[in-house]
C-alpha cells in the first residue's frame, strides 16, 4: 500500500508562506487523486485542494482560492501546497490523501474526504497574528 508523508509545516506570522510537500517514499503516485485536508480541533475534515496525477485537474475550496496552489513534481514523487498570504485562521494540521478515481480524472475535483483510502500523518501550521 502507498505510503504518504508530508512536512513542510511549521509557524509563520500571517502573511506569510508555507510550502507543504506530500510525498510517497520507495513508491510512486501512479493515476491517482491527491488531496490536501485540514481539520480544525471538533471539526470536520475539510478539503484544501485536489490533483489529479495525470495532469488536467485543480480544485480548490473557497478560502483556498488566489492563496494556496497544488502541484506536483512527478519526478520527484511530490505533490506541492504552496500557501500564501497565511491567516490565523488556517492554523491547524493539513494531511494529504490518495485514491484511485473509477473512472476518469475529473472524479478528482469533488472527491470528498470519506472517499480518499491513504493518508498521510498530518502536519502542523500555526499562524500567528
Known amino acids: 500500500q502507498v505510503q504518504l508523508v508530508e512536512s513542510g509545516g511549521g509557524s509563520v506570522e500571517a502573511g506569510g508562506s508555507l510550502r507543504l510537500s506530500c510525498t510517497t517514499p520507495?513508491?510512486?503516485?501512479?493515476?491517482?487523486?491527491i488531496g490536501w485536508f485540514r481539520q480544525a480541533a471538533g471539526k470536520d475534515r475539510e478539503t484544501v485542494a485536489s490533483t489529479y496525477t495525470g495532469g488536467g485537474v485543480e480544485k480548490y475550496a473557497t478560502f483556498a482560492k488566489g492563496r494556496f496552489t497544488i502541484s506536483q513534481d512527478i519526478a520527484k514523487n511530490t505533490v506541492y501546497l504552496q500557501m500564501n498570504n497565511l491567516k490565523p485562521e488556517d492554523t491547524t494540521v493539513y494531511y494529504c490523501?490518495?485514491?484511485?478515481?473509477?473512472?476518469?480524472?475529473?472524479?478528482?475535483?469533488?472527491?470528498?474526504?470519506?472517499?480518499?483510502?491513504?493518508w498521510g500523518q498530518g502536519t502542523e501550521v500555526t499562524v500567528s497574528s
Open positions: 520507495g513508491a510512486t503516485f501512479g493515476s491517482n487523486c
Open positions: 490523501a490518495a485514491d484511485t478515481p473509477k473512472y476518469w480524472s475529473d472524479e478528482c475535483r469533488n472527491k470528498e474526504p470519506y472517499e480518499y483510502t491513504t
